[in-house]
């Protein structure tokens, strides 16, 4: 039997090739359809899994938000899963999924838990320009290229931590970011993030630091636009350096990975001296070292503007040095 730690070196390594595990459930009938769909969440934020115990509920609270447990020793809130996307459980709220994201401890009642099932990111595309809802980032064809594939939902926990629990989000304002970033003139910070209220959190701290900025939707993207750059900026007899001074990626991202962007920069010559800095709700001493492993310069939580800014300041710093 695997200990902990070799499933998370395992796994770590998945993160490596651009592959991931997803931890599949259900949440119970849809409401126009009444079809049990899947859902999925990125095994390496879930800390564990275990029979729904006793809730206590909180005065006053949010009405998906069905109070706290207390899970070995610590108080964590419990969000009810199927109420915040709009399903009803045939089978009760039977399973709670505790989650780590941004240094944050969360849990998840959901109606069951079926399976894991590694995938690359590449069979996961993006849900935004489709006819998904706010409340996901991705579909992912748990199956490959097949036509009839199975489909799953990735949910976009950032978007309902912020919609359930607010109070969690810090205010992001020129007193927490610190004065005006000044970067070389022409230059920008490039930015690859799939989830649209970590870009509205990215957007507001850039904008607070006056620091110009290039935002995409996914490590795929925010590749092919480093490579418009380099093409664009060599026709000028300059280096995509001269415009892009730093690059922010998120790690889960549909197509292309924040770990395979990473290495794809710092192992191409075109893009030699351009920092990059992983901006992630996956958080932890492993995840934090395999981000060193790829060659990134920092790691900043999400979302954590004073460290957002004091990070990108001091790396900017040392590559300007």
Same mark, same amino acid.
């Given at each position: ?21 997803? &931890? ?14 899947? #859902? ?37 809130? *419990?969000? @009810? ?6 399903? %009803? ?8 999924? $505790?989650?780590? #994201? ?16 590694? &995938?690359?990111?590449?069979? $996961? ?71 649209? *209220?970590?870009?509205? *959190? ?38 995509? +350096? ?6 922010? %990626? @998120? ?10 962007? %990473? +290495? ?12 990059? *800095? ?20 920092? #790691? ?10 004091? %990070?990108?300041?001091? $790396? ?6």
């Amino acid at each position: 039997m695997k200990t902990a730690q070799q499933e998370i070196e395992e796994r770590t390594k998945l993160a490596g090739n651009n592959q991931f595990e997803l &931890l599949l459930f259900r949440l119970g009938q849809s409401r126009n359809t009444s079809q049990r769909e899947l #859902y999925g969440i990125n095994v390496f934020k879930v800390r564990e899994v275990l029979v729904l115990p006793h809730i206590t509920e909180l005065a006053n609270s949010h009405e998906h938000l069905m109070g706290v447990a207390n899970i070995r020793g610590q108080i964590i809130p *419990v969000i @009810d899963l199927p109420g915040v996307t709009g399903c %009803t459980p045939t089978k009760g709220r039977t399973i709670l999924m $505790v989650t780590e #994201y941004g240094r944050t401890v969360q849990a998840f009642a959901v109606e069951e838990v079926n399976e894991i099932i590694r &995938l690359d990111w590449s069979q $996961v595309l993006p849900a935004e320009g489709s006819s998904a809802g706010a409340l996901i980032t991705s579909i992912a064809r748990l199956d490959g290229a097949k036509a009839d594939s199975r489909l799953a939902q990735v949910l976009d926990v950032e978007q309902i931590l912020k919609n359930v629990m607010p109070a969690s989000v810090q205010e992001i304002n020129r007193e927490a970011v610190g004065p005006e970033l000044e970067l070389p003139a022409g230059s920008c910070i490039l930015v690859a993030d799939d989830s649209a *209220v970590a870009r509205s *959190v990215i957007e507001l701290g850039l904008q607070a630091m006056g620091t110009p900025y290039i935002m995409t939707k996914t490590g795929k993207e925010a590749w092919e636009k480093l490579q418009d750059i380099h093409r664009d900026m060599k026709a000028e007899g300059k280096t995509a +350096r001269d415009r892009v001074a730093l690059v922010l %990626t @998120d790690l889960e991202m549909p197509e292309m990975d924040g770990f395979t962007l %990473t +290495r794809n920069v710092k192992n191409d010559a075109r893009f030699a001296g351009i920092p990059v *800095v992983i901006h992630s709700s996956l958080t932890g001493a492993t995840n934090e070292n395999h981000v060193r492993s790829v060659g990134a310069d920092a #790691y900043v939580a999400k979302f954590m503007p004073r460290e957002f800014a004091a %990070t990108i300041r001091r $790396v900017l710093e040392k590559a300007s040095a």
